[in-house]
DNA sequence: CCGAATCCGCAGTGATACTG
DNA sequence: CAGTATCACTGCGGATTCGG
């Protein structure tokens, strides 16, 4: 299985050899929100081939990248995983996804969204600045998604499903249809348009933590 | 000329839309160190058919990344350059490349090091904090390679070619053969394996200025 | 059901040659 | 210099099949 490579010594070049096939950076980034099986990965990836999917995932593991597990305590089954190595490229991700936020217009035809890619864009929307020296936790909900965001001394958990324990304030999204994209929940919370349930004054709190000094 | 597209409203779904094809990014880093020429680029990334290059091109300038334009003052001709938000990707490659420089090992054989790959790591590895308030500007040179940088109160200019005016410090690496990767250059430099003409004392300043907070 | 492997048609890519 | 043109090849998309 000869890689395609760039012939440049050069770490862009090493990282597109590495991460730069088609739907690699996807994959990555649906493991980065959480660990997941080979079926959730095929259904959080609209379109992809089943023989891609498992060709990249041996490519990733071979890089380095990605570990197969079997999972730990009540479902059994084979998880794939980010290594260590895996994990430093979150940065990356969530800096080309900034940009192509900027670039996003409005939604295409057919074109869905993801638990996962919510997640991503709420860490990529995270401003350190806001939230220094925070402790607070919040759990979003809206059709078909469910996130965490917990806020301890300032540092971030934030990932797909709810809250461990319970959260400070629940924020309730009451739209219609599909999982709806990260900038119509924000424009929801910034209308008053949820329902909150816990300490609402910590609903300004998260609007003003989770938008980047830029803007998305 | 359709493009292919992944099916998600997803920031990094869209960006690699638009830049994730094969060589688009490279491309793009080449243009963000300096505006160049097709045979620039082909000249650049070693191995690119250039109907490949062409068609890049294209869809990179229909997608608002890349600029065509008649060159200015002395050697007329094509030159293509970066739009505003093919700009603001530079950040996004900076990031990747310095998690791709975490990978690359050895130099394998056959790879080789441009003048504009050598920028970017000079870009990527610029420490905000260390230069905060400097004034100063220094010139590198080693085979085949001539780079500048100028920082004015802390602000960066990162570029190939010579300083404009004369540089503070010209820093000469005296080895030989091809373009020596930034790593070498640093390693030369930090055990005193070069050259200076002008304010010795700002060596050092160099070093600490161009080392990331987490090293490269 | 999960986790793939296999087969096929086609589009994107690589290599080379050629042209305004 | 700045690209087209041609053609072989391989990776990808889509579907089906298969073993645990």
Redesign the interface.
């Known amino acids: 299985m000869k890689r ?13 050899e ?1 991460v ?1 096939e ?2 690699a ?2 994959i990555v ?1 649906d493991l980065a929100a959480r660990p997941r099986r080979y079926t959730d990965l095929i259904e959080g ?3 992809i081939p089943s023989n891609v999917l498992s060709t990249r995932l041996k490519e990733l593991e071979q ?1 380095g990248i990605v570990e197969r597990q079997v999972a730990p305590a009540p479902q059994r089954g084979l998880v794939y995983t980010l290594t260590a ?1 895996g994990r ?2 979150e ?3 969530l ?10 217009g409005e ?2 035809p ?5 638990p996962e ?1 919510v997640t ?2 709420l860490r ?1 929307s995270f401003n350190e600045t806001a939230a220094a020296g925070l402790t607070a936790s919040w759990e979003v909900r809206a059709p078909g998604l469910v996130l965490h965001a917990v806020l301890t001394d300032g540092k971030p958990d934030i990932g797909p499903g709810p809250a461990p324990g319970d959260a400070d304030l629940v924020i309730t999204v009451p739209l219609d249809g599909e999982i709806p ?1 990260y900038r119509y929940l924000m424009q929801a919370m910034k209308c008053g348009l949820v329902e909150l349930a816990g300490r609402r004054d910590l609903l300004d709190t998260f609007t003003r933590v989770f938008t980047p000094p830029q803007a ?1």
């Open positions: 395609r490579e760039f012939g440049q010594y050069c770490g862009l070049a090493r990282a597109l590495l730069g088609r739907w950076l996807l980034r990836l609209p379109g890089a190595s430093e490229l940065p990356a991700i800096t080309l996804g900034r940009w192509g936020a900027t670039q996003l939604p295409r057919g074109e869905i969204v993801t890619s991503m864009v990529a994209a998305v």
